[in-house]
Every structure is written in structure tokens, then in C-alpha cells.
């Protein structure tokens, strides 16, 4: 483990269905993501992406393989090692290609509820923050069917902060955003990862963005391609949460 | 955070409309319950308002309520010649239909052995007693007559003293208690002329005779409106009501069961034959209608639960991703189920104070009901909320991901 590392995929395999039907997802799929850096994951549809973070996130584990969490095995040939459900509300935060944001409550309940599983206090004053980080506090007691895409986006991103996550898994977040918001969300992403050092791994298929991107990995037929890489401009400091 | 009550929040007046269906639903449920009740109770009313410790009936039947009953009326005397009862009354009982005022009129007619009973032991809301051998009645409020109003009968006006409330037959017909003279008087449809007439004959016969010149008092006694002319049929009583002294109940149940001309029964032996007789179909009819009806109503709130909690599938999965504990998703579903109980179990009651009384049987809601129907409310939506449990328990939080 270095000492920078969120989460540590080694060997991952999955597959869908059986004999002639069996649909590899997941084929021997290694991947580190470190601390304070934001990644991309391209590929194609069907090549495993959505798996991917299905299993990083810990929501379904690959059949075969290991996953580390900050240095710790938490999964291991698709047993777990550790209270998964605990570990998403503590250290893990997503943000989906639509928003998912829950219909019932404003957008501050929908970041103070993320504030609360998480355990963490002053949840309300927490929410108040985040949403004045992401710049949409002044919609705090709207309900998400009011908020347009962004706002809904930016709420969104801000319930993935609430618990100070260690690790963002972001599945599309800008598929249903024009050019102009997307790449406003996925800054946002780039400041989330370098300013409180977490770890964003974002799914996505907008190539006009990458040079956001600290590192780009790309999938096809279940594999990462030997292609990912490191892009050049590196990582900007830490600061504390 | 209260999840459930944010859910409710949101979505309030679908919320309270499917509260009010529920409520609509629980008070058809308790209404059921109630007139169950209510007959239950009419029907042992007349049998409890008496307070008699037995009843004397005719041999081998049933009566007075459960099949006719005809008995002598010297009964009654030798009833109270035995050892340990400190009183014997006479009883009538018969169902007549009038018209008053234009509307269809059904009155139980209940003889009391006035002066001996006036009626003090009934439960009386209004008015007072019988004070007069003939022409006062009281009746049951139900009927709608007031204090003071006059109801003709055979031809007879009988002018309404006071009034009882729930005193009603397992028909549900409003009771009228009169003296055994004048419901026998209406029985018979004799004219009071007729009586007042016999009852001078027979003085003038008394007084040509040397027992009658000897004893005048005897004049008295035959003009005593107890006293039933001998020339016109003796009518016969549906019952004597015998008061034991305590502790001799079955000691002289014993006495009266060795005569060959009638049947005892205690009390609770007369409520017994009424309940098991005249109400036991109506009884059974209504139970397994509000065994439906609640079964119906457990079935309605679980489809509504389970379709609550459908709709909100992607929301619950959403949160389940988050890493919301199970139980507190759970405590969701319930608090949810409870509140739609509460609030339904409020409806109906509310509902239940202003339809139950215009229902025209009479709608009892016993205190056994009135702590059995919320807990009933409470254990129906617990247990209607399984199905709701069981499928926020199974959802897959990775359907958050599928967009």
C-alpha cells in the first residue's frame, strides 16, 4: 500500500450468466486509485465500467479477486471481509448519471441525511457548507424535481462529500448536461480531489474533458487497457476536509 | 432525520386521502363491531332492566322473548307463597305495529305489575315512574315521542312519563313499559268502557248478595284496577318475575321447578336462551361479515403499503447505497404504517361520533371495542407493512446505479 492509496483492485473477475451465455464483465482487472487524484474511466458500452464501480464501491463484488480499502482487505472472491454497508456510509461517496437525489427531501436533507449515516455531527451546518461550496445554498430548501440538472448535479455532489469520503465513485455524472455544466461538474470533481484530497474515480464518455483528468484508465471487453495513463499535469495540494 | 415523516410531508394530501380510505374502511370495520354489540346488549336489555332472579314461564317453552308464553296469572300469587321469594310480579310482552304520525310504528309493549313495579328498576334518562294504574307509559327515546306527548293505543291515549334510553328488543323495535292492565288492555283491544262497566256490574252484584252488604270493603277490591273482570276472558301472562332473598336463588328455583305448569329460568339462563336463540344467526351473520370486512381491510392497507413503499424503490435503493442502515429503512416502512394506522383509527372514530347514531340499529361501541379496535388497527398495519419490510429488505442498491 502506498501511502496515498484509497482503494486497491487486484485480479478482479466477474461474470454475467453461465456456459455458452456467460458474459465475462470483469477480466482479471487490476487498479489502484490514489488519494487527492481524479481519474477517468473510458470505454465503450458494455466494457465493464459500470462493473468496475459496482465492485469498487462495493455494492457488488466481483466473483474472484481482492479489493483493498486504505491498505485493509475488505473483499475477497466475492466474500466480504468486512461490514460493507457500514463502509459506503463512512468512507465512500457516489454520484450517479442522474442525479438520484431523494424525491422527499430539500436538497439541504438530501446532503444532511449522507451527514448523518456517516455519523458525522452538525449535520445540518455540515449540509449549509457543502451546498455553499458547490454554490447552490441558496436552493437549499428546494425539493430535487424544482432544481435543474446542474443544481441537481451539484446537490448531488455535495451529498458525496458529506461524509468525507476517502474514495468518490462517479458513475456518468454529466450525461444529461449540456457541454457547459459538464465541464463545470467535472472540475468540481478536480477541485473535490485536490483540495480535500479524496480520491474520484468518474465514469465517462465526454472525451472534450480529459485534460481535467489527473489519470485515465480505459476499458474494453472487461479488461483495463495497457494504454491508462498518467496525464501530465499532476496533482495540486492537499487540504484537510 | 425522520425519513418517514419527510415522505409524508411530501407527498401529505395522498397521504391523508389514502388515511381517509383506511379510516372510511376502519369504520364500516368498527360499525360492524358495534351493531353487533348493540344486538348482543338489546337483546338482553329487557331481561337485565327487570332484575328479577327468575323468571316463570309456561312449561316447556322458551319464553317470553325466545317463543310465546301463556301463564295463569294465579301463578303469580302462588309464586309468592313460597318459601325465600320476597316478591312475584307479573310480566307482558308483546311486539305491536302503529302508525304515528304517519309513519310505520314497532313497540315492544312491556307489562310491568304495577303498583308493585312501576318501573324503578329501569334506566331511566328523563321523566319519572309509573304513578297510575292506567294511561301513563313510559318509552324508550328512541321513539322520538317527548315527555308530556300522549300515543294512542286501542283507542286509549297514554300519556308518555319518562323515557329510557337503549331499551330496545333484538329487533332492534323501541321498548314501552305500561301497567300488565293496559298492556293486557291493548292485547285485547278491549275498551276501558267495557272494563268500568263489568267492574260496576259486579259491584251491583256484590251488593245484592249478603257477603257483599256484609263486607263493603269487597267493592273496594273489585274496582281495584288490578282486578280483571271475570265475565271477560282472563288474559294470561307472558311471565312472573320472581326476587328470591339472597343466597335462596337456587333454593327456590328448586321449589318452583317441581311444579308441572312451569319453566325457571335464573337470569343469566334467560339472557342465555335469548342470545342463543332469537340473536344467535344475526350474531353469527354479522361476526363473519366483520371477520371479512377486517381481513378485507388488513388486505386493502397492505397493497396500499407495499405500493407506498414500490414507489419509492429507487429512493430506498439510493439510500441503501449510501449506507443507510437496514433497520433504519425498515423503522421507515413501520412508522409510515403506524402513522397511516393512527391517523385512519382517528378518521373513524371521528366518523364513527357522527354516522353512528343516525344508523337505525343501534351501534354499540363497548369499551372491550374501544381498546380492541386501535390495537387491531395497530397489529393489521404491522402486519400489512410486511410486505412493504420484505421488499425495502431485497432491494439491491446497485439498481442506483442502473440510472
Not at chain 1, 483493498?68 to 448519471?97: I, M, N, Y
Not at chain 1, 465514469?203 to 494504454?227: N, Q, Y
Not at chain 2, 397521504?15 to 360492524?32: H, N, S
Amino acid at each position: 500500500m502506498t501511502e496515498t492509496e484509497a482503494v486497491r483492485a487486484v485480479s478482479l473477475r466477474k461474470t454475467y450468466g453461465s456456459g455458452s451465455a456467460a458474459i465475462v464483465a470483469l477480466d482479471d482487472v487490476t487498479l489502484t486509485l490514489a488519494r487527492g487524484t481524479v481519474a477517468a474511466l473510458l470505454g465503450p458500452s458494455g466494457s465493464g465500467k459500470s462493473t468496475l464501480i459496482k465492485a469498487l464501491g462495493f455494492v457488488s463484488p466481483a466473483d474472484s479477486g481482492e479489493v483493498f480499502f486504505e491498505g485493509r482487505p475488505v473483499v475477497k472472491d466475492g466474500t466480504a471481509l468486512a461490514d460493507l454497508s457500514r463502509l459506503r456510509r463512512k468512507h465512500l461517496g457516489f454520484v450517479f448519471q442522474k442525479a438520484n437525489l431523494t424525491s422527499f427531501l430539500t436538497a439541504r436533507e438530501n446532503v444532511e441525511i449522507a451527514c448523518e449515516f456517516g455519523g458525522k455531527a452538525m449535520g445540518r451546518q455540515r449540509a449549509r457548507e457543502l451546498l455553499q461550496y458547490l454554490d447552490v445554498a441558496h436552493r437549499e430548501n428546494s425539493y430535487p424535481e424544482t432544481l435543474s440538472g446542474g443544481e441537481q448535479q451539484r446537490v448531488a455532489i455535495a451529498r458525496a462529500l458529506a461524509n468525507e469520503p476517502s474514495l468518490i465513485l462517479a458513475d456518468e455524472p454529466t450525461a444529461a448536461l449540456d457541454s457547459v455544466r459538464s465541464r463545470n461538474v467535472m472540475e468540481l470533481f478536480r477541485k473535490v480531489a485536490h483540495e480535500r484530497g479524496a480520491a474520484v474515480l468518474v465514469v465517462t464518455h465526454d472525451h472534450r474533458a480529459l485534460d481535467i483528468f489527473d489519470v485515465l484508465h480505459e476499458m474494453e471487453d472487461g479488461r483495463i487497457r495497457p494504454s491508462s495513463h498518467v496525464v501530465a499535469h499532476g496533482q495540486q495540494p492537499r487540504q484537510p476536509l | 432525520m425522520n425519513l418517514a415523516m419527510r415522505d409524508v410531508r411530501r407527498h401529505l394530501a395522498r397521504f391523508i386521502g389514502t388515511a381517509a380510505g383506511l379510516g372510511l374502511l376502519l369504520t364500516v370495520v368498527i360499525a360492524m363491531q358495534g351493531i353487533y354489540a348493540g344486538m348482543v346488549d338489546d337483546a338482553t336489555i329487557l331481561t337485565r332492566a327487570m332484575r328479577a332472579n327468575l323468571w316463570l314461564v309456561q312449561r316447556d317453552t322458551r319464553g317470553p322473548f325466545a317463543e310465546g308464553s301463556r301463564l295463569d296469572p294465579s301463578i303469580e300469587a302462588r309464586a309468592a307463597a313460597v318459601p325465600g321469594v320476597r316478591r312475584a310480579r307479573p310480566y307482558t310482552y308483546q311486539l305491536i305495529q302503529r302508525e304515528h304520525r304517519g309513519a310505520v310504528m314497532r313497540i315492544a309493549l312491556v307489562g310491568l305489575g304495577w303498583p308493585d313495579d312501576p318501573g324503578s328498576s329501569l334506566p331511566l334518562v328523563r321523566g319519572r315512574y309509573l304513578l297510575q294504574p292506567h294511561g301513563e307509559v313510559i318509552v324508550d327515546a328512541s321513539l322520538g315521542l317527548g315527555i308530556g306527548e300522549s300515543l294512542v293505543l286501542a283507542g286509549e291515549p297514554y300519556r308518555i312519563v319518562g323515557h329510557t334510553k337503549n331499551a330496545l328488543t333484538s329487533g332492534g323495535d323501541s321498548v314501552a313499559f305500561m301497567s300488565v292492565a293496559d298492556a293486557q288492555l291493548i292485547a285485547l283491544d278491549q275498551p276501558a268502557e267495557a272494563l268500568l262497566l263489568e267492574r260496576q256490574r259486579v259491584v251491583e252484584r256484590l251488593r245484592r248478595t249478603d257477603l257483599g252488604r256484609g263486607q263493603p270493603a269487597l267493592e273496594d277490591l273489585a274496582t281495584d284496577p288490578r282486578w280483571r273482570a271475570p265475565t271477560l276472558a282472563s288474559p294470561p301472562l307472558a311471565a312472573i318475575l320472581v326476587d328470591t332473598d339472597p343466597h335462596r336463588v337456587a333454593e327456590v328455583q328448586s321449589q318452583l321447578r317441581s311444579w308441572g305448569d312451569v319453566s325457571v329460568y335464573t337470569q343469566a339462563e334467560e339472557e342465555a336462551l335469548l342470545l342463543g336463540g332469537v340473536v344467535q344467526r344475526a350474531r353469527m351473520q354479522i361476526g363473519l361479515f366483520t371477520v371479512i370486512l377486517t381481513l378485507t381491510a388488513a388486505v386493502i392497507v397492505m397493497m396500499v403499503m407495499y405500493n407506498l413503499t414500490l414507489e419509492k424503490t429507487h429512493d430506498l435503493a439510493v439510500l441503501k447505497l449510501m449506507g443507510a442502515p437496514r433497520t433504519r429503512l425498515a423503522g421507515m416502512v413501520l412508522q409510515q404504517a403506524w402513522l397511516l394506522g393512527a391517523l385512519g383509527y382517528a378518521l373513524a372514530h371521528l366518523a364513527g361520533q357522527v354516522a353512528f347514531p343516525m344508523f337505525p340499529r343501534r351501534v354499540l361501541i363497548t369499551s372491550t371495542i374501544a381498546v380492541l379496535a386501535p390495537l387491531a388497527t395497530f397489529v393489521i398495519v404491522t402486519l400489512a407493512s410486511m410486505l412493504g419490510l420484505h421488499h425495502v429488505l431485497r432491494i439491491d442498491p446497485a439498481r442506483a446505479l442502473e440510472g
